[in-house]
Structure formats: structure tokens, C-alpha cells
């Protein structure tokens, strides 16, 4: 008995109703894009190694799925080479491409390319898989889809403002409770310039994070254990501490960082973007959080995540300002913000809270049924017209049981039913069937589409 057919770990089917969902989330997601400017564009599933390699540290150059030269791939390659078993310099031998890990790489290498033809400020998204060789586990996937939106070439702060109100439009529209938090890397930095523990950032937000759970003695107490003096301590007091509303927030930041320049240009940044926010109806809340931390090494400005309200998900989004995306490819001075869409936490959020509209599963609205072929003569046509006025249609090709074409349309959630026999052929009508309510009435063709639509 041959072996059952199998996908490799990490990576999943998606049937006619999950591709649907996905479908809803990323339509939703692409039309306040493009409602702000954006454009699309899409790059290679595979770049060239020397594109990828060194740019996501010495743990995601082990992740990278490495591709085998065509052809003869081992004749460049020695004996004692081969012996050595030197994993990283085989596959520098062995290999010239690899499938893309995320989609700011292959962005930056994409606007070195075209710098010449692209004008600046560029805004853009990308929908496409990225893989990484990672472990699989619960939410965690070899192959999965990010949904990418940046501006570069521009320093206004008016970008990270537009960028929250995609993020506000988005969630408004999935009909998703969600609390966006913004923090910035300067604020962090003048923090940790201050006390005069600039290594020891991550681990003063860990310990902040905690303050709810083990109150503020606990977070002292973990925070000498980090290394922390005791002066250190007390002047992160008023931080840890911090209380009110998003001014009266940063009014206290601003007098504990009044020594900083890089601290207060980052409050006056945070300021500005709250503050052009409160004047555009954002239907979600903007909240300031000092844990705020992701990405200290690549990040440069603003900071921001997103977390569903009614269901423990974790970041659903998330993004930032940068300094030098493509300083990596030898385009220094390149500065850019962007964020990404986490499709599949949010497809995830969805269908907890039951949030699918109907309608945006797009199944077939009607079904003729098939009573033999002098019926089918007379309902083609029909079916032609009602295809035509935008109804999703369908005509079932066999002459089969009843029951089989009504438990077909009850399984595809088809919501109307269209019969032709002899009695409605003669008068040059159908009947309609509704199958949630069982109702069935005798309709022109023409009072047929007019019903449905």
C-alpha cells in the first residue's frame, strides 16, 4: 500500500474556507494601504545568499533555508573540505541562493536597486510567505506570510501618524478591540543614559513590566539583582512609578530625563505623534508604555505593538522608525518607518471572537438544482444572467438525488436554492428556496435576481 502523501513540519494546507478568511483579513488590510497611498510591490521567494547572510545575526543565519546549486554541485568542493564537515563553508559552496527570510531585507536590497526610479518618500506594502528553519510549534510555522507597510526617505513624524490611523482603520473594520502602544528608542536610550546603565535597558523594562504582578519591592529587588546601584534605583523611581494619562506621562519623563538631549527629543517626538492623533477621531487607544522594547538594535524612534482586548494574543502588530535600512547594501542615510501585520495571529483573533462577516467568506449565493438535461437547457441561461448581475451562481453538473444537491448546497452554506421543473418551465418561471428559513416562493428570472441581490 503506497504511503500517504504528507507536507513537511512547519508548513499547512489552506482549504476554500480558511482562504477565505485569510482573504477577508488581507483584502482589509490592503485597501487602507492603498487608502493612504501605499503601493505594492513584491520580490523574489529567493535572494542571493550574500543579500541575506549577516543581516539577521549568527542565530538567524542558522534559520535561513539554503538552496543547492543546480547541477553538480560538488565538484568545486575538495576531499578535505568535504572531511572537515564544516557545515557554514559547505554551504557557501554548495549554495548561491535562499528563500527569503522576512520582508525588510529584501526591501532595502529593493530600493537600492531601483533608487533611481523611485520617488522619494516611497510608501509600499508586500504580502508575501517568508521561511525560516525554526523549530515548529503552536503558532510558530517554517512558512508563513507577512504583511508589511513603510515609508521611506522621509523624517516626518506625519508618517508615523498615518501609520496608526491604518493600524486604528484596520482593527476598526476587522471589528477589533485593540490598545495600540507606543514608546520611543530615545526615551529608553536617555533613561538608561541618566542612571548610567546603558546595557542594562532590556532588563530595566523586564523588571518595569513586572510591576503589576509583583509590585514595585519585587521589581527593586530584581533590579539590583540585574546590577543595578541603589542611586540607579532611586532615580528610576518616578519611572517605575509612572502614572496619569499620556501628558501627565511624559510631563514625568521629561524631568527625569531634563539631562538628556537624545530623552527629551524622544518625548518631544511621543508628544507630537499623541497629540496629531487626539485632533483625528482614532477610535482606539494610544498608550504610552516605557516596557515597550522591541527591536532596540534596529529600531532608532518611535516604537509600536498592538494587542487585541478581548482575547490573550499577544502583539497582532507592530512596527517602527529606523535610521539606515539600507546602509547594510552601501545606502547609508535612508531613513524609513514601517509596520507589519501579524496575518496569522490575526486570522487566529477572528475566529475567536467570531468576527467573520457572512459575506466575506464568499460562498456561492444560489444553487440550481439538476432535474436532467431538458432542465438544464432551460435553467443555463438563467444561471447566465444571474452571473452577470454579480450573484455567485452555481448549476449542479449532475442529474443527481435531491438529497445529494441539497446536502451539497447546505455543506458549501449555499443560502438559496433555485428547483425548475415541468410546472415552472411552462410558465417561464423558478422557485426559490431559502434554506435558512425553508421559504419557497415562484419567481420570474428577473424577480429572482432581484430577490437574491
Known amino acids: 500500500m503506497a504511503n500517504k502523501p504528507s507536507i513537511p513540519k512547519g508548513t499547512r ?42 543581516k539577521y545575526g549568527e542565530e538567524g543565519d542558522k534559520l535561513l533555508f539554503k538552496i543547492l546549486n543546480s547541477g553538480d554541485f560538488l565538484s568545486k568542493t575538495s576531499d578535505e573540505e568535504l572531511d572537515e564537515r564544516n557545515a557554514l563553508h559547505l554551504a557557501s559552496k554548495f549554495c548561491e541562493k535562499g528563500l527569503r527570510y522576512d520582508l525588510t531585507v529584501p526591501f532595502a536590497r529593493y530600493v537600492v536597486m531601483h533608487r533611481d526610479e ?17 523549530r515548529p510549534q503552536k503558532g510558530r510555522y517554517r512558512e508563513f506570510y507577512q504583511f508589511d ?75 539590583k539583582e540585574d546590577g543595578l546601584t541603589d542611586e540607579q534605583i532611586a532615580k528610576l523611581q518616578p519611572i517605575i512609578l509612572l502614572e496619569g494619562n499620556n501628558e501627565e506621562k511624559l510631563d514625568t519623563i521629561a524631568k527625569v530625563l531634563a539631562d538628556s538631549e537624545t530623552g527629551l527629543k524622544g518625548v518631544d517626538e511621543t508628544r507630537f505623534i499623541l497629540n496629531t492623533l487626539k485632533q483625528l477621531d482614532m477610535t482606539n487607544e494610544m498608550q504610552l508604555d516605557l516596557t515597550l522594547a522591541r527591536g532596540l538594535n534596529y529600531y532608532t524612534g518611535a516604537i509600536f505593538e498592538v494587542k487585541a482586548l478581548d482575547t490573550p494574543m499577544g502583539s497582532i502588530s507592530g512596527g517602527g522608525r529606523y535610521d539606515n535600512l539600507t546602509g547594510i547594501f552601501g545606502m547609508p542615510g535612508l531613513s524609513g518607518v514601517g509596520i507589519s501585520f501579524g496575518v496569522d495571529r490575526i486570522y487566529d483573533v477572528l475566529d475567536a471572537l467570531q468576527l467573520y462577516p457572512q459575506n466575506s467568506l464568499r460562498t456561492s449565493q444560489l444553487l440550481f438544482i439538476n432535474f436532467g438535461q431538458q432542465e438544464t437547457d432551460y435553467c443555463l441561461p438563467i444561471v447566465a444572467k444571474a452571473r452577470k448581475a454579480g450573484i455567485r451562481t452555481e448549476l449542479f453538473p449532475d442529474a443527481s438525488k435531491m438529497k445529494k444537491q441539497m446536502a451539497y448546497a447546505n455543506a458549501k452554506q449555499i443560502p438559496f436554492v433555485a428547483l425548475a421543473g415541468s410546472g415552472e418551465m411552462a410558465q417561464g418561471k423558478v422557485t426559490l428556496k431559502n434554506m435558512q428559513t425553508g421559504e419557497q416562493e415562484m419567481l420570474t428570472p428577473d424577480e429572482l435576481i432581484a430577490r437574491i441581490k
Open 13 to 54: 494546507d489552506f482549504g476554500p474556507l480558511e482562504m477565505a478568511k485569510r482573504n477577508y483579513i488581507l483584502n482589509t488590510i490592503r485597501e487602507a494601504y492603498e487608502c493612504f497611498g501605499f503601493q505594492q510591490i513584491e520580490t523574489p521567494a529567493q535572494e542571493s545568499l550574500q543579500t541575506l547572510m549577516g
Open 149 to 223: 507597510g513603510d515609508v521611506v526617505g522621509s523624517d516626518s513624524l506625519l508618517n508615523e501618524v498615518e501609520l496608526m490611523q491604518i493600524e486604528d482603520m484596520v482593527f476598526c473594520k476587522l471589528g477589533v478591540r485593540v490598545q495600540i502602544k507606543i514608546n520611543n528608542r530615545k526615551i529608553l536610550s536617555g533613561i538608561a543614559e541618566v542612571i548610567g546603565a546603558a546595557e542594562k535597558i532590556v532588563d530595566i523594562t523586564v523588571a518595569i513590566d513586572k510591576l503589576d504582578k509583583i509590585g514595585i519591592d519585587n521589581v527593586n529587588k530584581e533590579l
Open 118 to 134: 523611485l520617488q522619494l518618500p516611497f510608501k509600499r506594502y508586500q504580502v508575501q510567505p517568508v521561511w525560516r528553519a525554526d
